[in-house]
């Protein structure tokens, strides 16, 4: 159909890149605390609106099983690392380790990963400007080796997969580990690559149409797992 004359033409979009989330999951940036400005308190009406699906407590509950499962699947726990993937990811492999130490007595490695430049939708033509908006780069930090360890991935939501394949293939330009494992808060299905966690939280089928949000006080300064309706594209 063709677009009538009388529409406005809208002004080119000047705001800065931000970082694409995996399909299905919330971008962040927008929402990471300003790092200068005095910690706040956050009311319940500034939380993006949506259908509670887990509220602190639960979150907390739900970590505290992956950490005993990790325990109890792993003999060897001297030889584990906690991978943190940016970057929700990362905070709960802290809590993660924090949790393992309580009950096990053995303070885990965290490393974190970055995946920007591994993702199958990052597209830059040579010298040119890219094809669409590009993530943020963030810090890759693996101050242990690799070698011979049982590496476990950690985010806060899996959907397609593809985050976590971008994530395998950076870890591994880290090293080789003997098993790369993986851990998720959720688990909300539509996978495109053949790729199963080892740890899941909680599994929370969605529909095409909507999209989970995970808010973590170290992110967010709001604890929370949200069921939002409408497709991950409307909110690029």
Do not use: W
Not at 114 to 143: K, M, N, S, W
Not at 187 to 207: A, C, F, M, Q, W
């Amino acid at each position: 159909m063709r677009p009538s004359g009388n529409l406005a033409r809208l002004p080119p979009d000047t705001s800065p890149l931000t970082r694409f989330s995996e399909a299905g999951k919330e971008s962040d940036d927008h929402a990471r605390p300003d790092p200068a400005a005095p910690a706040r308190a956050v009311s319940a009406g500034a939380a993006v609106e949506g259908k509670l699906l887990l509220d602190a407590p639960a979150i907390e509950r739900t970590l505290s099983r992956i950490a005993h499962e990790i325990i109890e699947h792993n003999a060897e726990l001297d030889d584990v690392a906690l991978v943190g993937i940016h970057t929700r990811g990362v905070p709960i492999a802290h809590r993660i380790r924090r949790l393992v130490e309580e009950r096990a007595g053995v303070e885990l490695p965290v490393g974190t990963v970055d995946i920007t430049f591994y993702r199958d939708d990052v597209r830059v033509r040579g010298g040119e400007a890219p094809l669409h908006p590009q993530p943020l780069v963030r810090d890759t930090q693996l101050d242990f080796s690799l070698e011979g360890r049982t590496c476990i991935l950690v985010d806060d939501v899996l959907y397609t997969g593809r985050t976590i394949r971008a994530a395998i293939e950076a870890l591994f330009d880290y090293g080789r580990p003997a098993r790369v494992q993986l851990a998720v808060l959720v688990d909300r299905g539509h996978r495109e690559l053949p790729i199963r966690p080892d740890y899941v939280g909680k599994n929370l089928p969605t529909s095409a149409g909507e999209r989970i949000q995970v808010q973590l006080v170290e992110v967010d300064e709001v604890e929370a797992v949200l069921l939002i309706a409408g497709p991950e594209e409307a909110s690029r």
